[in-house]
């Protein structure tokens, strides 16, 4: 996946949705191997300009848009979709909240809070502090028969959350529908695991991608290829069984790939594989296992794990 040379298709975030939703009139057709550059809003639509405004001033239906959906060429059900993340360009400001009875100390919420943050180069300014950028897309994925809110994360991914999902990885995605229908939004300038008041500094901007379709390696749940690492991203309304589940499914990958028994490749994923956690305050929460692509490559992992 180079997308060297080839033309810059922009698409505008005039239209964005708010469910990965079959029935939905794509808005753009690409094809595979161009560079893609989506603009988005942020997960309020952009209706938070200043720290005056709360949460409950906004229209709330309009909560987690994603640009799209994009038809993509060529892509087809049982394939695997793959996203490559080539750049994430961030506009000026972002936005912090808190709402309560939301996030993971959601009881001890009282007041409904807004936080604007200047965004630089290369660090974002909270309060008088300075945090490191860490860009990242909140919401990515593909249309799926269940329908879902653009706000719940699930196996065609949706609302991840995952800090993982930064520039220069590829995410793979099962397609379920011709054109795969994806949508993107809801970049954060900096979020840390867990997202634990609920939001992170939301910010709109554009991510340019580039899309290709593999042949018949649909993977279970979203995957994400790193510099080093692989990632199985996993959502559940339970944690206990995404871990669960994150886990059975990087077993099932080294045993295929290295023809180990399960044993072998249970014991193998309690040495090399790590569990981490995405989100905790998403309508499912998310997790992810994580394997060294010193062990498995991309490709023996979509092979191994798909149906
Ligand atoms: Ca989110
Ligand atoms: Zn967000």
């Known amino acids: 996946m180079t997308g060297k040379g080839s033309p810059l298709i922009n698409i505008s975030d005039e239209t964005t949705f708010f469910s990965f939703d079959p029935g939905l009139t794509p808005i753009a057709e690409v094809e595979q191997n161009v560079l893609v550059k989506i603009e988005t809003k942020d997960c309020f639509s952009n209706q938070i300009a200043s720290e005056e405004q709360l949460i409950m001033d906004i229209d709330f239906s309009r909560i987690n848009p994603a640009t799209g959906p994009i038809f993509i060429k060529g892509a087809k059900r049982g394939d695997a979709l793959a996203v490559k993340i080539h750049k994430i360009d961030l506009k000026q400001q972002g936005a912090i909240v808190t709402i309560p009875e939301e996030g993971l100390l959601g009881d001890e919420v009282k007041e409904a809070r807004t936080r604007v943050c200047d965004i630089g180069a290369e660090e974002i300014q909270f309060l008088n ?5 860490k ?21 065609h991914g949706g609302n991840m959350d ?20 994806f949508g993107l939004g809801d970049l954060h300038a900096v979020m840390g695991d867990g997202e634990v008041c609920v939001a992170a500094c939301e910010t709109p901007g554009y991510v340019t991608v580039e899309f290709e379709s593999l042949n018949e390696f649909a993977p279970p749940w979203p995957c994400v290829e790193a510099k080093d690492w692989l990632y199985i991203i996993v959502s559940d309304e339970d944690i206990n069984k995404a871990f669960y589940e ?21 014991m193998l994923s309690s040495m090399a594989m790590d569990l981490e956690i995405c989100q905790l305050v998403d309508p499912r929460k998310t997790v992810r296992s994580k394997l060294p692509k010193s062990l498995i490559s991309i490709e023996e992992l979509l092979k191994s794990i798909s149906a």
């Open 135 to 155: 860009k990242m897309i909140g919401v990515i994925g593909v249309a799926t028969p269940e329908k879902t809110a653009t706000g719940t994360p699930g196996r």
């Open 129 to 133: 502090l300075s945090l490191p950028l």
């Open 246 to 266: 994150a886990t059975e499914v990087a077993v099932r990958a080294l045993q295929n790939a290295l023809k180990l028994d399960w044993h072998d490749a249970y």
């Open 162 to 181: 995952a800090t993982v999902i930064t520039e220069g990885v590829t995410v793979y995605f099962p397609i379920s529908y011709e054109g795969a229908l």
